[in-house]
């Protein structure tokens, strides 16, 4: 067996990872390098309970527990870079971890506008302490708050915002919000929505920069037609990108994340795994990176296993080929999608309906079902997310949602 | 094995009725039902399953 194996990202996904190789009788030295001083909290909550105040933040803790699992933490300094073939890590502070297993699940990062990072009151989400500095800024009277991006991190910070009875403008650059993920129609009724709850939702509006006064405290949004609007607090919510650079001349195939195979491997003894990995997904056939809380445990699961596994000798394990699950909470909807849906996808409500904000829609292609979205329908995803499962038409698919 | 679900951290979003449909279901009044609370130990990997997928961290197994 390895002796040891090295975890770069000490979250969700690397925990999942961690506790899996103890739970499969790894024995060997276990490293976790984060470059956070504290890792063991859970995202979801940030946008949701915790910003609302509902939660302290220790609340938002982590599944499972890390105290028996024999780990060498090294928090505090990121890895730097990895030499593959003298297998060790270079962090930080100038320390270096030898490895003979290596997983990499260093997660992805908020992207950033120019300016804002000399600014105060201009925020990403995407850790405990970006949560806390926007909460103490709600907490402190900031009132006006713009929200730039209208993706699922945007669109929960605005229902969270709303309902502790801010005013909140939400900017969004596309003419469609959230089109990519879950097509038009959703899209533009999530804005109705968030309209109805009295958001003021601009779309196909780009911001151009900040406005700020002498404390550099931020006073407004610019937009490119030349206008601005006024702001206490900004949030900026366009999207994440994986968190790669410290694998740059590593020899490993970094596009849009780390491309690894059916079972998650990036070479000889490294896996790769949650929001960093792409994979190839045989039941969608082209290579899916997703950024879901289950696609992290799930994929730090199978990594584990196709370690230990590849370390054996052993192969013939089944491809890590899931069907992703996702979930967001706004208002007083849960939104759930299972599958994959896309902008070009066919979509019919096959049961309840968008006025009564509680229903299950599935997306098509080529004749199959390739995704199940559900408002306020748990039961109803679930029963069809089997459809998925067994891989059913789409004819087949709607037949049987009418009939539920 | 016993299976505790706390349902006050519940929010019935049926990810484990999907992972063990013979313990766990959600019903049309979006309140999830244990349907057998001492199951057979020949469910505990789907069990122990629900218990990490869990988002709310609800479930979890007495023995
Ligand atoms: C506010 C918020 C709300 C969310 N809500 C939902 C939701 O409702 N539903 C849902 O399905 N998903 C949700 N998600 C997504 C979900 O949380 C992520 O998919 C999940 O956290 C991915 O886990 P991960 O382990 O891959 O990466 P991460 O959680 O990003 O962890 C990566 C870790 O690696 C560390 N790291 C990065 N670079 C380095 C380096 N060079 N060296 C060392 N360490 C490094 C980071 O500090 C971090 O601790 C949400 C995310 C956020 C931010
Ligand atoms: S997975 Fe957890 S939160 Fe969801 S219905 Fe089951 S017990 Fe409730």
């Known amino acids: ?404 | 094995m016993r299976v505790v679900v706390d349902f006050d951290l519940c929010e019935s979003n049926a990810v484990c009725m999907g992972i063990a449909p013979e313990v766990f279901e959600v019903r049309d009044d979006d309140f999830l039902y244990i349907l057998n609370e001492t199951p057979p130990e020949d469910l505990r990997p789907k069990i122990e399953e629900a218990v990490r997928r869990c988002p709310k961290q609800a479930i979890s197994i007495e023995d």
Not at chain 1, 97 to 111: E, H, K, M, T, Y
Not at chain 1, 116 to 138: F, H, K, N, P, Q
Not at chain 1, 263 to 291: C, F, H, K, N, T
């Open chain 1, 1 to 404: 067996m390895f002796g040891t194996v090295a975890i770069v990202g000490g979250s969700l996904s690397g925990l999942t990872c961690a506790q899996t190789l103890r739970d499969e009788g790894f024995d060997g030295s276990l490293f976790v390098i984060d470059a956070e001083d504290s890792t063991a909290y859970d995202r979801p909550p940030l946008s949701k309970q915790v910003l609302a105040g509902e939660w302290d933040a220790e609340r938002a803790h982590l599944p499972g527990t890390t105290a028996d699992l024999g780990i060498t933490w090294m928090l505090g300094h990121p890895a730097i870079g990895v030499d593959l073939a003298d297998r060790f890590l270079k962090l930080g502070n100038g320390e270096m971890v030898g490895f003979d297993g290596l997983v990499i699940a260093s997660g992805a990062a908020p992207r950033v506008l120019p300016g804002m990072g000399e600014l105060d009151g201009v925020r990403v989400l995407r850790t405990l302490d970006d949560c806390l500095a926007i909460r103490s800024a709600l907490d402190g009277g900031a009132t006006r708050v713009v929200i730039v991006g209208a993706g699922f991190i945007g669109a929960e910070v605005a229902s969270t915002c709303r309902q502790r009875g801010c005013e909140v403008v939400v900017l969004e650059a596309l003419d469609v919000p959230l089109e990519r993920a879950i097509g038009a129609e959703m899209g533009m009724l999530i804005a109705d929505i968030h309209r109805e709850h009295g958001v003021d939702v601009r779309l196909g509006t780009g911001v151009d920069g900040f406005e700020h006064g002498g404390d550099r405290h931020v006073t407004g949004v610019r937009l490119s037609d030349g206008s601005a609007v006024p702001a206490d607090l900004v949030v900026v919510g366009i999207g994440v990108v994986p968190q790669t650079a410290w694998l740059e001349g590593s020899g490993l195939t970094v596009d849009d994340g780390v491309v690894v195979d059916e079972q998650l491997r990036a070479a000889p003894g490294v896996v790769a795994i949650g929001d960093i990995a792409r994979w190839p997904s045989r039941r969608y056939g082209r290579l899916l990176r997703v950024e879901h809380w289950e696609n992290a445990i799930q994929m730090g699961e199978h990594a584990a296993r196709s370690l230990l596994r590849e370390d054996d000798g052993g192969e013939g394990a089944e491809p890590y080929d899931p069907i992703p699950w996702f979930w967001s909470d706004q208002y007083d909807f849960k939104l759930q999608l299972a599958g994959h849906a896309g902008a070009d996808d066919q979509f019919e409500i096959v049961c309840g309906s968008t006025e009564e904000r509680r229903f299950v829609g599935l997306y098509g292609r080529a004749g199959r079902l390739v995704g199940v979205l559900g408002m306020n329908r748990p039961r109803h995803v679930m029963q069809l997310r089997q459809k998925l499962v067994d891989g059913a038409s789409y004819d087949e698919a709607v037949a049987f949602g009418r009939a539920l």
